[in-house]
């Protein structure tokens, strides 16, 4: 059942859910006839939007809103911490194309801080799911949740079967104590691979699909950090206020240390191209456990993993230091 699917189903049984978009259909071009007077297009007005959404939810119904995640999250930002978050509305704010998936976009139609703005926001929660079926089976869940969502929209076919989704709960793929991997959204079929590859080196690989940074599940988190030599982050996302400072905020929070990786977007936007094409050509930001920093040209983020965690190559204190070699 796709993410229309859903939507058209539950609008079969709740006269209270409506379709709202920003003049982005391409999620849900087929639902018009199905909803009538509940679906609305209000042209390429974010602000008013989510204004209209909040005063359907004042009204009792469940608003979700979609418009691409740039323009929702930036240029609505204001309307959303005061009419939604402020007053806690269940309005889902679905944004489209986030992440790396805007790939030959350019960076004004990059929303790789959005899940940095949205956390911070008391009351909203964020979802990031890492393919269709996960989208599905979320929106499922929070379509009539008494509180607001934003949601990376991915229209991805899944890489893994998935166990039912719960709000606040990751997702733990596999089992191992050499390193941990925690991604969210699509990047979890990158990671999948890594696992396979390491997995194939003799490495034990924990694979943890967050899939909502916000409520964070911070047990899951905690645990791999404990048990595993090295933790990596993995986020199509700016290294500030995306996973890698969920994960570290949470360690100090619980007075704990551990050995993490940061995979992710330093201060720089990316280079627009081809979804396959920017995974291979995008400079990401990597930390040594002794602290080094340094860029890397990578040909993908799984020649990335293969070669920070199998060889004895440019990360050489790391390694090192995972198998308990001072640097």
């Known amino acids: 059942m796709t993410y229309e699917d859903v939507l058209k189903e539950i609008s079969q049984t709740s006269d209270k859910l409506i379709v709202m978009t920003a003049e982005n259909r391409a999620a849900i071009r087929n639902l018009p006839p199905h909803l009538g007077k509940r679906f609305i297009d209000v042209g390429i007005c974010e602000q008013t939007m989510i204004g209209m959404a909040a005063g359907l939810a004042l009204r009792g119904r469940f608003p979700i809103t979609h418009a691409l995640a740039t323009f929702l999250v930036f240029r609505a930002y204001e309307f959303i911490r005061d009419d939604i978050a402020l007053p806690n509305l269940p309005v889902k704010m679905v944004g489209g194309v986030p992440g790396f998936l805007s790939d030959a976009n350019g960076p004004t139609h990059q929303a790789i801080e959005d899940v940095a703005l949205m956390r911070t926001l008391p009351n909203v929660m964020v ?25 990376r929209h991915n229209p991805h076919p899944a890489s893994v079967a998935h166990t039912p989704f719960e709000i606040g709960k990751a997702e733990v793929l596999s089992d191992g104590n050499d390193v941990a991997i925690l991604v969210y959204g699509f990047l979890l079929r990158e990671a999948v691979k890594a696992k396979d590859i390491l997995e194939a080196k003799g490495k034990s690989v924990r694979l943890v699909n967050i899939r909502m940074p916000k409520p964070i599940d911070e047990r899951v988190i905690l645990n791999a950090v404990k048990d595993c030599r090295l933790v990596v982050t993995l986020e199509d996302h700016f290294l500030t206020g995306g996973l890698y400072s969920i994960v570290a905020e949470l360690l100090l929070k619980h007075r704990s240390v551990g050995n993490v990786l940061p995979i992710a977007l330093e201060h720089k936007w990316f280079k627009p191209a081809l979804l396959d094409r920017v995974l291979g050509i995008r400079r990401l930001y990597r930390e040594t456990t002794c602290g080094k920093n340094f860029n890397t040209t990578i040909t993908n983020i799984r020649a990335l993993l293969k070669q920070t965690l199998v060889y004895d190559n440019n990360a050489v204190s790391t390694i090192k230091r995972i198998f308990g070699h001072p640097c």
């Open 127 to 151: 979802f990031c799911p890492s393919d269709a079926e996960e989208l599905a089976q979320g929106i499922k869940v929070l379509a009539e949740y008494p509180a607001p969502c934003y949601i």
